[in-house]
């Protein structure tokens, strides 16, 4: 007896995986693995590499989306090629993929190629995004953490770079960086 497993993934703590999950009981998944992880690896995926690991010949995994199983080529290949030594389908809800079939499995790598391409696009946008605030004098970097006045005080007290990283809690390196010169 084959089963049909339902996989869902959306990027952030704050998104619903709701829809997903609906769409794929309606396409008839009767296990359902989901989580909440950025998708442009596969490192870190427990869901998704516990539903690799535990189908079975004639099993079908089931996504909405290409995207939500993978972002870049190299990934995609790899799940495909390790579903395919095992005899594992893998289906679309959204899309007309279905490895069963050569056309499905060519239309499937064609939408790899764009969702790797559109991560690259998103991260060059944000680069760019980056570089134009610094620029602008907007983007000043996260907040220092480390107050150079206090590593100070401690040095003038008589204290080692080692003693004043283990009271500030801070690594060695940072207080030899901020130490009065």
Known sequence: MSTIYGY????????????????????GATI???????????????????????????????VTRIDRLARSIADLANIVRQLEEKGVHLKATEQPI?????????????LGVF??????IRRERQLEGVAKAKADGVYKGRKATI???????????????????KKLKIGRASVYRHLPT
């Not at 995986?17 to 609906?22: F, G, P, V």
């Not at 909440?36 to 089931?62: M, P």
Request: negative net charge.
């Open 8 to 27: 869902a993934r959306v990027s952030s703590s704050d998104q619903s995986l709701t829809i997903q999950e609906e769409a794929l009981r309606a396409a």
């Open 32 to 62: 359902i693995r989901s989580e909440k992880k950025s998708g442009t690896t596969t490192k870190g995926r427990d869901e998704l590499a516990t539903l690799i690991e535990f189908a079975r010949k004639n099993d079908t995994i089931v």
């Open 115 to 120: 969702a790797e391409f559109e991560t690259a």
């Open 98 to 110: 279905d490895t069963g079939s050569p056309a499905g499995r060519a239309f499937l790598q064609m």
């Open 147 to 165: 107050d150079p006045a206090r590593i100070a005080e401690l040095v003038a007290e008589g204290l080692s770079p080692t003693a004043i990283a």
